[in-house]
C-alpha cells in the first residue's frame, strides 16, 4: 500500500494513541490540530478507554457479537483486543482505511474489516456480517457507533440509529458518543474539522437516541463512564452512553 497524501483522522487518531499505523502527512496533519486546540493524545486515550470499558460491559452481558461503524484503525485496544472471545466486523467509508484495517487483521478468524455505511446498514457485505456478526437479528450484539453522530444532522442520526435499532435483536447494546461545544472556544481547529462538523449542547444529546434507552450511568462525559478509579482530568470534549434495545 503506497503512502497516502491525504491525511486521515483515523491515522491521526491512532497516532495519538501511540500506535503504527500512520504516516507523515498524519503526523503534520496532527501537529496542525495540535497547534490550533492543544493536546489531543490525553482526549483520544480517554475516548478509546471508554469505548473498551463499554465493550466489556457488552461482554459481561453475554454480547459475543460487535458490529463496528467508523472503525479507524483495528489496533490499539479497539474492539477484539478488547472482547478476546468475541467476533467483530469492523466497518468503515474510506477506502484506505478499510484496506490497512484489512491487513492487520489478515490473520485474524474473529475479525473481519470491510466497507459500511452507518447510515445504510444495507452497503454491508451480508457475507461478512453472518460470519462476523453471526446473531445479527436474531440474539443480542453489540454496535459500536463511535466518532460519527458529529457527522450526521439530527435527523440522519436519529433516522440511523433508528434503522439500527429496528435490525439488532431485543437485548443489544448501543454505545455512542456525541461531541460537546468544546471547540467554540477554538475557532481555528473548528475550521478544521469542515462543514459537516456538528457540536451539540448536552440537552441535545439523549433525544437523538430515540428508542434506545440509556443504561444507568446516563450520558456523561467520557472519562466518567464507569471509571476504574479517579476520572481522567480531560477536557469534556465527548460525552457517551452505553444504551439497550428493548423487547418491541
Same mark, same amino acid.
Request: a negative charge; one cysteine or more.
Given at each position: ?8 483522522? #483515523? ?19 496532527? $501537529?496542525?490540530?495540535? +497547534?490550533?486546540? @492543544? ?17 466489556? %460491559?457488552?461482554? #459481561?452481558?453475554?454480547?459475543? $457479537?460487535?458490529?463496528?461503524? @467508523?472503525?479507524?484503525?483495528? !489496533? ?7 472482547? !478476546? ?16 484495517? +484489512?491487513?492487520?487483521? %489478515?490473520?485474524?478468524?474473529?475479525? @473481519? ?35 460519527? %453522530? ?7 442520526? !436519529? ?44 440537552? #441535545?444529546?439523549?433525544?437523538?437516541? $430515540?428508542?434506545?434507552?440509556?443504561? %444507568?450511568? @446516563? ?12 476520572? #481522567? ?16
Amino acid at each position: 500500500m503506497g503512502e497516502p497524501d491525504q491525511p486521515s483522522t #483515523a491515522r491521526m487518531i491512532d497516532f495519538w494513541l501511540g500506535g503504527a499505523h500512520h504516516f507523515p502527512v498524519d503526523v503534520a496533519a496532527a $501537529g496542525a490540530f495540535e +497547534q490550533a486546540y @492543544g493536546p489531543c493524545a490525553p482526549v483520544f486515550r480517554e475516548l478509546r478507554e471508554f469505548l473498551g470499558r463499554t465493550v466489556r %460491559a457488552m461482554a #459481561a452481558h453475554g454480547v459475543d $457479537g460487535f458490529l463496528v461503524f @467508523g472503525a479507524g484503525v483495528p !489496533t490499539m485496544g479497539n474492539v477484539h483486543e478488547v472482547a !478476546t472471545d468475541a467476533t467483530v466486523l469492523y466497518t468503515d467509508v474510506d477506502p484506505v482505511t478499510i484496506r490497512l484495517g +484489512q491487513s492487520i487483521l %489478515a490473520g485474524s478468524d474473529r475479525a @473481519g474489516y470491510g466497507f459500511g455505511d452507518a447510515t445504510d446498514i444495507g452497503t454491508i457485505d451480508p457475507a461478512q456480517l453472518h460470519r462476523f456478526v453471526p446473531g445479527w437479528g436474531r440474539r443480542p450484539v453489540g454496535v459500536v457507533f463511535l466518532g460519527l %453522530a458529529a457527522f450526521l444532522d439530527d435527523a440522519t442520526l !436519529t433516522r440511523t440509529l433508528d434503522e439500527l435499532y429496528a435490525g439488532a435483536a431485543p437485548g443489544s447494546l448501543l454505545a455512542v458518543d456525541f461531541d460537546t461545544e468544546e471547540l467554540a472556544g477554538h475557532p481555528q481547529a473548528l475550521a478544521m474539522m469542515g462543514p459537516q462538523f456538528r457540536m451539540r449542547p448536552p440537552a #441535545a444529546f439523549a433525544p437523538l437516541l $430515540g428508542r434506545w434507552a440509556p443504561t %444507568a450511568d @446516563g450520558i456523561v462525559p467520557v472519562a466518567q463512564w464507569r471509571p476504574e478509579g479517579p476520572p #481522567a482530568q480531560v477536557p469534556d470534549a465527548f460525552h457517551g452512553v452505553l444504551a439497550t434495545r428493548g423487547g418491541d
